[in-house]
């Protein structure tokens, strides 16, 4: 098979366009054509007068030889990847083994139980939260009646934060493996649509993942994994091996009992405080890791269809547009749209008592009013929080905290108008665009909640945006604060092995050890971890 990439079409091409365009990029005769199957599709909207459709597909061609020789210096033109996953490694069979222990549920654990599964290691998957129905139960408690349950949230059980979000999955992280493509066939398996497996931009939305990972969790069970939920984490049974090492001997519950473990993959989210402090204690070593700050923004959803799509705003084929956008300002910070959701809400992500966090969420569908993006400004571990391996994360609690305040101390989310907040005014009503934030917003002055840098940044950002993006700085669009769980603000080090540096048989994984950023990212990370486990356990059996 030969892949052809980047054939482009019309926006409204009939089917017959396809095979024709693709005998006359390769040069064929229409007999030469055997046959074509889609592997990508995307769009190229820079005109949006004359918005293409962007094709990779791969062809079956009567000689593929005599093709490849033709276009060898052609990038768009070669032989199709082998992109089937490779096990490392199976479990021999009368294998006695301690199994592997995972900490956490989410996208990252998820796939580092399914690959241990799937090589016969039999995981224990441990988390702090419950299954996904209950936990979503328990998460509309705090957007419908301002009640939260620290341990079962937005950031923690069945499924992890991603599983509120818009369920994007695609990321910028090179993957020669192609273990990205493992993912999303997974995904699949357990009932997502198949056109993630060709758009450009795949996505599934929150109603979609919860009955996935349960589905998944169901064949994770089924190949001899074991979860145990409300089984939270809070210390470490270590042992010295030598100068300034340790090794993991076993995991220290809440109910005070001693879980033996000599391999643990730790996959516990960017939002585990207390267990980044508990791995600080024990000398693990961690350190400080630039992430975000700064706020939701939102506008109707039509306003950026029109900006992105111009007259073809509304075209079934290109669904609700979305954006990018990064500025860098005078005073040497960059601004830059985080996790945009077309067609979503702005959501209570908190996982602590007394504060308030945003993050944005979409269904499969993105069809509801709003359009928002986090509106975040880059921060730096030398320049704003220099005082050791967990400062970041005070600097999240106070800031989180100055919003829970100005939201009225209830979850309530402050927010402020464009047009208010660019003339330095509190807000006291709203206009034309109605913010999405349950369980509530409360106007006033997002100043107090955010920091200098952050307020000065956005005063030179929001006009240099809505420059890019018609009504992007309108007066009309909300803000709400405060967007703080861009990233884990500490990062686990470890080496070549996976392991952690300095305590042998802890493989720190995902997004919350530092080493992933969104779904797709902290699932393949799972998987390499998964892998590195398993070569551990063969090696010292």
Known sequence: MIRLSGLKLPLDHPAE??????????????????GYSLVRRGNDARRRSAIQLVYTFDVDVADEAALLARFANDHDIRRTPDTSYKFVTHVPDGWQGQRPIVIGAGPCGLFAGLILAQMGFKPIILDRGKVVRERTRDTWALWRRSELNPDSNVQFGEGGAGTFSDGKLYCRIKDP??????????????????????????????????????????????????????????????ERVGEGKQRLRGLILADGSL????????????????????????????????????????????????????ACAGHPVLGAAAYSLAHHCA????????????????????????????????QYSRAEFNANSGLVVGIDPAKDYPDGPLAGIALQRHWESLAYVAGGSNYSAPGQTVGDFLSGRPSTQLGSVTPSYK??????????????????????????????????????????????????????????DLQSLNVERLFPAGEGAGYAGGILSAAIDGIKVAEAVAASIMAVR
Request: hydrophobic share 40%.
């Open 17 to 34: 366009a396809i095979p024709a365009a693709i005998c006359e990029r390769l040069g064929l005769e229409s007999h030469d054509l055997r």
């Open 177 to 238: 493996r192609f273990l990205g493509r493992k993912v999303l066939e997974e995904f699949v398996a357990a009932g997502a649509p198949e056109d993630i497996l060709t758009e450009a931009h795949p996505h599934i939305g929150t109603f979609r993942l919860v009955t996935m990972v349960e589905r998944m969790r169901a064949t994770i069970e089924a190949l001899g994994g074991e979860y145990r939920w409300q089984t939270r984490v809070d210390d470490l049974a270590l």
């Open 259 to 310: 879980l033996e473990a000599d391999h643990v993959v730790l996959a516990v989210g960017h939002s585990a405080r207390p267990t980044f402090e508990t791995l600080h204690e024990r000398g693990v070593f961690i350190e400080p890791k630039p992430f975000s700050i700064g706020v939701r923004i939102e506008h109707p959803q039509s306003w950026v269809d029109e900006a992105r799509y111009g």
């Open 331 to 362: 005073n040497g910070r960059t601004v830059y749209s985080f996790c945009m959701c077309p067609g979503g809400r702005v959501v209570a992500a908190t996982s602590e008592e007394g504060r308030v966090v945003t993050n944005g969420m979409s």
């Open 439 to 496: 369980p509530g917003v409360t106007l006033t002055d997002l100043t107090q909640c955010l920091p200098d840098y952050v307020v000065e940044s956005f005063h030179e950002a929001l006009p240099a945006f809505g420059r890019q993006i018609k009504h992007y700085d309108h007066p009309d669009a909300v803000m709400t604060g405060v967007e703080t769980r861009t990233s884990s603000p500490i990062r686990i080090t470890r080496g070549k």
